[in-house]
C-alpha cells in the first residue's frame, strides 16, 4: 500500500534540488502541507520557490539550520510533521574540498542532530534521505562497465562524498537503534533551473550567452549522466511513497555525454532561443580540479522494478527547459538578518542600505549582559534568520558624549567589557551553535601611526596585533578584535570587520562624522582611514551573501584628513562652510597623534573581494548627489 503523507518538512527547500522539489510535488501532492527549512547556505535562495507555492496557504518557510534543535522541534510539534524529506547538505566544491571541516559539520554533525531532533519527537512516520551516487566512487569509461548496484562497494573519490557516506552510516546506526522510519535515495548528477553558477551546467549557460571560451577541466572527457530534476522530483515522490523502510534506491539516467559535448549543445540552445546565428564553442584548457572522477554511472533497474519509475524527458527537453529559466530574469533573497544593536548610529545606517537592497532583517528584542544568555539565545533560535549583524558597542552614555565616557572605575570597566567584548563574544557562540553566519562591527581604533607605519607609509592589515592601547575602549575592543581572529582560525563562520570615522550623508543624524566636522572651524589636515557607510555596508553584505570568514578592514581606500573632506563639501554642497586646517607639523597636531587612534588600513584584500570606491572618489559621488537633490 503507498504511504501518504499528510504533513511534509523539507530540508534544504531553496536549494537547487530542494526547490524544484518543492515546486513539483506541491502540485503532486494536493492535499498535503509543506514546511521549507532552509539555512540558506550560499547556493540557496527563497526565490527559487515558484511565486504561486510561497503565497500558498499550504507552504511554510522557516529559515533554520537544522542543528537548531529549538526550531526544528518547534517546526515538528506546531505543524504536526509526519514526513521528513531531507535534502540540506554542502555540496559546493569551495567549502568540502577547501573547507572540509565546515563541510564535515554541516553534512554530518548537524544532520546527527537533525536525526537526534527527529528521535525525540517521535512522531515522524517516512523519513526520505537523499544521498549521492558519488559515494560509489568512480566508473571505467569502457563501454563494458556495469552501473553500480545499491550494494555495490562504498569508495568516495571526494570529500563530499566522504561526508554523505558518514551521513548514511549515521541512518544505518539510527535504523537499528531507534527503528526511525529512513530510506534512502542515492541521486545521478541533476541539471535543471535554479542551480548555482558554479556548476558546469549554468556557467556554461553564461559563457554561450557571451560567446566566450568554455574552460574545460582537464581533457573534458570525462563522462556524466544527465538527469532531469523534475524526473528526480518524480523519482523522489516513489520512493516516499512506494519505498520499503532501511531500503536503498539508485535515481539516475542511462544517458550520458562529456563535457565537451555538453558545451555544444548548450552552446547550440543558447543561440537558438536567442535568435542568433549559431558559433560552434571554443575551448580552453584548464588543470584538473582534484577528485574529478571520470564516470558515474549508476543502476536504476532497482527504482524501475520496484518503484516503477525511470526518467522521460529527454536531454534536448530538460536543457531546452533549463536554457529558457536562466535567460530570464529573477529576483533574489539570499538572507534574512537579525541585528543586534541596531538603534545605535552605524545600526541605523545599516538599516538603511538592507531597506535599499531589499533584504530582510528585524531588530533583536533581548540584549546580551541586560537579558539572560538564555533568554538572548532562546529568541535568537526563533527568529527565523540566516544571518546576525552584531553593531553593539559603547562609545558614550549620560554626560559624556565620547568613549571619555568609559574611563574610570569598576563600574565603567564593567560597562565596557559587557557592551564592547562579552556582546560580541556569545553572540559569536550562539551563532555557531545554532548554524547562523555571524558577521561583527569592530573598530580600527586600536592602531595609531608609529614608525613602522608612518603618515604616508605601510598601512595597517587585517593580520597585525593592536598597537593603540591610549583608552579603555581600544583596549577593550582590541581584545574583542583577538577574539575574532582566534574564532576565525577555529573555521567558524565569523566575519569581523573593523571600521573607522564612519560617515554617511545623513545630516540630521547627529552622530554622523559628517554632520560634526562640518560645523567645526578648525580640522587637523591628516591623512586618516574613512569607512563611507554607504559604501561599506553594501560591500559588507555582499559578503555576507556569499557567507565569507575572516578580518577585513572595512574602510575606503586611499586616506584622506578630515579637513580635505569639508573642503569637498564646501565645493560641491555648501560654500559657506569654511574651516581652518591644523597642519601635522603643528604641536597640536603631534599631541593628537600620540593619544588618539589615528591610523591608515590596508584595503587590499577589501578590494579583491568587494571593492569599493576610494574615499576621495566616493566623497566627490555622493557629495554631488546631495547638491542635486
Request: contains cysteine.
Amino acid at each position: 500500500m503507498a504511504y501518504n503523507p499528510k504533513n511534509v518538512a523539507i530540508t534544504g527547500g531553496c536549494g537547487f534540488i530542494g526547490s524544484n522539489f518543492v515546486n513539483y510535488i506541491h502540485d503532486a501532492w494536493p492535499n498535503c502541507n509543506f514546511v521549507n527549512i532552509d539555512k540558506l547556505i550560499l547556493n540557496s535562495d527563497t526565490q527559487n520557490v515558484n511565486e504561486s507555492v510561497r503565497n500558498s496557504p499550504r507552504y511554510k518557510l522557516v529559515l533554520a539550520d537544522i542543528k537548531n534543535e529549538a526550531a526544528i522541534m518547534n517546526v515538528f510539534v506546531e505543524n504536526e510533521i509526519d514526513t521528513v524529506i531531507h535534502f540540506a547538505a554542502d555540496c559546493t566544491s569551495t567549502r568540502c574540498y577547501n573547507e572540509t571541516a565546515e563541510a564535515v559539520q554541516n553534512n554530518v554533525l548537524s544532520f546527527i542532530q537533525f536525526l537526534e531532533t527527529v528521535r525525540i519527537y517521535g512522531k515522524i512516520k517516512r523519513f526520505v534521505h537523499i544521498s549521492t551516487d558519488e559515494v560509489y566512487g568512480d566508473s571505467d569509461l569502457s563501454e563494458n562497465e556495469q552501473g553500480k548496484v545499491e550494494h555495490s562497494r562504498l569508495v568516495p573519490g571526494n570529500p563530499y562524498a566522504a561526508t554523505k557516506i558518514a551521513g548514511e552510516a549515521y541512518v544505518r546506526a539510527y535504523q537499528a537503534q531507534y527503528n526511525l522510519p529512513i530510506v534512502t535515495a542515492r541521486m545521478n548528477n541533476i541539471y535543471g533551473p535554479n542551480q548555482w553558477d558554479v556548476k558546469v551546467v549554468p556557467r556554461f549557460i553564461e559563457i554561450a550567452k557571451v560567446r566566450g571560451e568554455y574552460t574545460i577541466q582537464g581533457t573534458g572527457k570525462q563522462l556524466r549522466s544527465w538527469l532531469f530534476v523534475d524526473d528526480a522530483s518524480a523519482g523522489l515522490k516513489a520512493v516516499c511513497e512506494k519505498g520499503e523502510l532501511n531500503e536503498i534506491y539508485n535515481l539516475g539516467t542511462y544517458y550520458e555525454k562529456n563535457v565537451a559535448d555538453l558545451a555544444k549543445k548548450i552552446q547550440e540552445e543558447v543561440d537558438q532561443q536567442l535568435g542568433r546565428e549559431h558559433l560552434p564553442p571554443r575551448y580552453k584548457s584548464i588543470p584538473d580540479r582534484p577528485y574529478n572522477d571520470l564516470r558515474y554511472l549508476i543502476s536504476i533497474e532497482k527504482a524501475k522494478n520496484s518503484l516503477g519509475w525511470e526518467p522521460t524527458t529527454s536531454f534536448d527537453d530538460g536543457m531546452r527547459h533549463t536554457v529558457a529559466s536562466a535567460l530570464k530574469e529573477h529576483n533574489h533573497t539570499r538572507m534574512h538578518v537579525a541585528i543586534y544593536g541596531g538603534k545605535g548610529y552605524v545600526g541605523q545606517e545599516l538599516q538603511q542600505v538592507l531597506k535599499a537592497r531589499h533584504i530582510p532583517y528585524v531588530l533583536a528584542t533581548k540584549k546580551v549582559g541586560f537579558d539572560s544568555d538564555e533568554e538572548v539565545e532562546k529568541e535568537l533560535a526563533l527568529l527565523g534568520v540566516t544571518h546576525v549583524i552584531c553593531v553593539t558597542g559603547r562609545t558614550h552614555g549620560p554626560g559624556c558624549n565620547t568613549i571619555e565616557y568609559l574611563e574610570g572605575g569598576a563600574d565603567k570597566v564593567f560597562i565596557n567589557v559587557r557592551d564592547n567584548m562579552y556582546s560580541a563574544t556569545i553572540l559569536a557562540h550562539m551563532c555557531r551553535k545554532i548554524g547562523l553566519h555571524y558577521t561583527y562591527i569592530g573598530t580600527g581604533y586600536m592602531f595609531a601611526y608609529d614608525k613602522e607605519h608612518p603618515i604616508g607609509g605601510a598601512e595597517f592589515k587585517e593580520g597585525d596585533e593592536p598597537t593603540f592601547f591610549g583608552s579603555a575602549y581600544s583596549v577593550v575592543k582590541g581584545f574583542t578584535d583577538r577574539q575574532m581572529n582566534y574564532f576565525n582560525q577555529k573555521g567558524w563562520e565569523n566575519l569581523n570587520v573593523r571600521i573607522t570615522l564612519p560617515l554617511s550623508l545623513d545630516l540630521e543624524q547627529p552622530r554622523n562624522l559628517l554632520s560634526k566636522i562640518i560645523k567645526y572651524k578648525e580640522l587637523f589636515d591628516i591623512p586618516v582611514s574613512l569607512t563611507i557607510l554607504p559604501d561599506c555596508m553594501n560591500a559588507m553584505l555582499s559578503l555576507m551573501e556569499q557567507r565569507t570568514g575572516g578580518t577585513l578592514n572595512l574602510v575606503n581606500p586611499e586616506p584622506i584628513s578630515l579637513y580635505e573632506v569639508v573642503k569637498i563639501y564646501k565645493e560641491t554642497v555648501d560654500d559657506s562652510v569654511n574651516p581652518t586646517p591644523i597642519g601635522v607639523e603643528t604641536e597640536r597636531a603631534q599631541q593628537l597623534l600620540a593619544t588618539k587612534g589615528n591610523c591608515a588600513l590596508d584595503t587590499e584584500q577589501l578590494q579583491k573581494v568587494a571593492p569599493v570606491l576610494s574615499a576621495k572618489q566616493s566623497l566627490i559621488k555622493h557629495f554631488a548627489d546631495m547638491a542635486a537633490k
